[in-house]
């Protein structure tokens, strides 16, 4: 089982990328789909989560306000809606499934499935 992340490229400074993220086989039946990133010679971080029962949303600072994160349960799909890009916004984007409890919804190591990534690139 494998999670398909979508939908990166090379943008300008305040343009928008939606990111789609889709799992290979069978239903999301885990806890959540997360979002991280990882730009070159950086840490992979938290971007952004979403519960799979409830809907629930979690956001970094840095994103809260400019990306959206939201499920289509018909089309077993989690999108990351990016707006207001920035230059710092540039990195590999990879979603994962969590497998943890919730107060580790942020946290990288309570992810599993983790996916091939898509880069997205911000010009100033």
């Known amino acids: 089982v494998q999670l398909q992340a979508s939908g990166g490229g090379l943008v300008q400074a305040g343009d928008s990328l939606r990111l789609s993220c889709a799992r290979s086989?069978?239903?999301?039946?885990?806890?959540?789909i997360g979002w991280f990133r990882q730009a070159p010679g950086k840490e992979r971080e938290f971007v952004a989560a979403?519960?799979?029962?409830?809907?629930?949303?979690y956001y970094a600072d840095s994103v809260k306000g400019r990306f959206t994160i939201s499920r289509n349960s018909a089309e077993n799909t989690v999108y990351l809606q990016m707006n207001s890009l920035k230059p710092e916004d540039t990195a590999v984007y990879y979603c994962?499934?969590?497998?943890?409890?919730?107060?580790?919804?942020?946290?990288?190591?309570?992810?599993?499935?983790w996916g091939q990534g898509t880069q997205v690139t911000v010009s100033s």
């Open positions: 994962a499934a969590h497998r943890g409890i919730l107060s580790t919804i942020r946290i990288d190591t309570s992810y599993a499935y």
């Open positions: 086989e069978g239903t999301f039946s885990n806890n959540g």
């Open positions: 979403i519960r799979w029962s409830g809907g629930y949303t």
